[in-house]
């Protein structure tokens, strides 16, 4: 099982950007895909993006597609998230997961991290 620990949330103001990082530990983390979600209140949890376990496969959802960039660093079994051109829409709390298949629905990722906040505003 792999446990998951998102940093770098913050304030930043619009147009602003922030890197998130998503740090891993157990031995399945590299043949792992990793998600990115977020989650703005009254909100339903969003796919925002994932890497396959090689990091060679990115998708992003439309939303965020030209603004925000997935990398992996397998050495450093760390996933990271970064957000440029941000808007207030992008104000949520953001999630890293991982799971076996990876792709857009929340319901394929087993493992979770506690999230960070994200704010974007003037």
């Known amino acids: 099982q792999v446990q998951l620990v998102e940093s770098g949330g913050g304030l930043v103001q619009p147009g602003g950007s922030l890197r998130l990082s998503c740090a891993a530990s157990?031995?399945?983390?590299?043949?792992?895909?990793i998600g990115w979600f977020r989650q703005a209140p009254g909100k339903e949890r969003e796919f925002v993006g994932f890497?396959?376990?090689?990091?060679?496969?990115?998708r992003y959802a439309d939303s965020v597609k030209g603004r925000f960039t997935i990398s992996r660093d397998n050495g450093k079994n760390t996933v990271y998230l970064q957000m440029n051109s941000l808007k207030p829409e992008d104000t949520a709390v953001y999630y890293c997961?991982?799971?076996?298949?990876?792709?857009?629905?929340?319901?394929?990722?087993?493992?979770w991290g506690q999230g960070t906040q994200v704010t974007v505003s003037s």
């Open positions: 890497a396959n376990w090689s990091g060679g496969n990115i």
């Open positions: 157990g031995r399945t983390f590299r043949t792992s895909n």
């Open positions: 997961a991982a799971g076996p298949f990876g792709g857009s629905s929340p319901n394929t990722y087993n493992a």
